[in-house]
């Protein structure tokens, strides 16, 4: 709670920085920020509070979540260059302002107690990523983005109002607590013969489609290509990484504490999705040209291997949801961080080129750009030394764990498509060292330099020791 205080007091700053004549104090200003907000959230640990007349708890798993969120902010914001390189069209106290803002309601998606502070924290959330996926407004494509991601955002937020208003009337409580003791009470079984059944049956689907939107989850992942794509870059990065984070932190947290005892409700029609989610989300991503476009189907195939964790419900769900989200973060983060510095320098007729053919030669001129590129492609493809090696690991071991044979073929189905992502992972890499390519040279600056190193460090390192922070979650 004292982080989402300090991060309202500071995006509130970061607006009143933005009178200064010199911008070069928001990025610093911001990363400062965001360092403090991680302090306050670790003095909680090992504390269980409730908030706002219990609409609010923090404890150990919504702290992890919530280092993830600011880790994941702290990287995406150190490198964040570009929004002072022209005067007249940007505004980076206004986004760095809007940034902070956007992850208050991130933060209150993994502490919610009441489904009023769910739908509160999304709101925050998605108006902010709202204005930023439309903040390069000379750029067709970011507009439209915008405009697609608001129209659909605010139908998929509108339906799961509605599923919250549903799930209220059948069973009389906001609390996620009080509608699990609610639904246990009933006679399960015959669920649908209750009165309030139907009514509870339609209101968790509702929800359930709202918050499978926001992962970007098949079938309700249309929007996620061209808004990915359209978005700036930096933007997209916070989107794949805090949005998807905050959204699968949100779902599990509500189907593991108000709806464990209806899970035949959620969890049969949540394995066609996870299957068609991951089907979706590696084939599409094979027949992308674009790097970029690339990514936003890879992040909707990371979607569906979350989810598979989710459908296991195994004492291990916390620790490997949370050690997944690290891994797919900061490879992802830096992946974005390589495709921004060559798509500048790559440009065609003023607009990045974010092709697979701008990364030709790269090893030649830039080897840690290369290295860096090589080393979160091979995360994201689940190879071994890496850190994503080991969260699809535990992913996989959630699902063979489980009793049930539905789980097993989900876990085979989820390696067959893994072996689909060596493909189009690879793809990248080869551009990067084996394609001839005119590329100079690229002068980074000390910390997007330093923020590469420590992204690569870190997947390499939990590539090596895992334990080393699963032991924590």
């Given at each position: ?80 260059r570009g929004f002072g390189n022209d005067e007249e069209h ?141 978005a700036p870059s930096i933007f997209t990065a916070f989107m ?234």
């Amino acid at each position: 709670m004292n982080a989402i205080i300090a991060l309202s007091l500071f995006g509130i700053t970061n607006l009143f920085l933005g009178f200064l004549n010199n911008r070069k104090i928001l990025l610093p200003a911001t990363l400062l920020f965001v360092l403090i907000a991680f302090g306050l959230n670790l003095a909680d640990w090992n504390h269980e509070y409730y908030w706002f007349h219990n609409m609010l708890k923090t404890n150990n798993l919504s702290i992890n979540f919530t280092s993830i969120i600011l880790v994941a902010t702290a990287l995406v914001v150190a490198i964040s260059r570009g929004f002072g390189n022209d005067e007249e069209h940007t505004h980076p106290a206004e986004y760095y302002g809007i940034l902070l803002f956007s992850v208050v309601g991130a933060i209150m998606m993994v502490t919610f107690q009441s489904l009023f502070m769910l739908f509160v924290g999304i709101e925050i959330l998605s108006v902010a990523m709202y204005v930023l996926t439309g903040s390069d407004k000379r750029n067709l494509r970011s507009n439209e983005a915008a405009l697609k991601y608001f129209l659909m955002g605010s139908f998929a937020t509108g339906i799961m109002l509605f599923g919250i208003a549903l799930v209220y009337g059948a069973t009389g409580s906001f609390d996620i607590n009080g509608i699990g003791n609610m639904v246990n009470q009933a006679k399960l079984q015959d669920i649908m013969l209750n009165p309030y059944g139907p009514i509870l049956y339609g209101g968790i689907t509702l929800i359930f489609v709202g918050l499978l939107f926001k992962i970007s989850a098949a079938p309700f992942h249309f929007w996620t290509p061209d808004v990915y794509d359209g978005a700036p870059s930096i933007f997209t990065a916070f989107m794949s990484t805090v949005v998807k984070t905050a959204g699968v932190a949100a779902t599990y947290r509500l189907l593991s504490i108000s709806f464990p005892a209806v899970y035949g409700l959620w969890g049969n029609p949540l394995v066609y999705i996870t299957c068609l989610t991951l089907f979706i989300g590696n084939i599409t991503a094979v027949y992308q040209q674009s790097f970029k476009r690339m990514l936003a189907y890879s992040s909707i195939s990371h979607a569906g291997y979350l989810l598979i964790t989710v459908l296991a419900k195994t004492p291990t769900t916390n620790s490997s949801i949370l050690f997944y989200s690290l891994a797919y973060s900061i490879a992802t983060i830096s992946a974005f961080a390589v495709l921004m510095v060559v798509s500048e320098a790559q440009s065609k007729s003023g607009k990045p080129d974010e092709s697979f053919t701008a990364l030709n030669g790269l090893a030649k001129n830039n080897p840690l750009l290369a290295f860096v590129l090589t080393v979160s492609m091979l995360s994201l493809a689940g190879i071994p030394l890496t850190a994503g090696f080991f969260g699809k690991f535990f992913i996989f071991a959630d699902a063979f764990s489980n009793v049930s044979s539905l789980f097993k073929t989900i876990a085979v189905v989820a390696i067959l498509m893994s072996t689909v992502g060596i493909y189009y992972y690879f793809k990248p890499i080869i551009a990067a060292y084996l394609k001839k390519g005119d590329l100079e040279k690229i002068e980074l600056s000390p910390i997007y330099k330093l923020t590469l190193i420590i992204t690569t460090a870190l997947t390499i390192l939990l590539g090596i020791a895992p334990d080393l922070v699963k032991n924590i979650f």
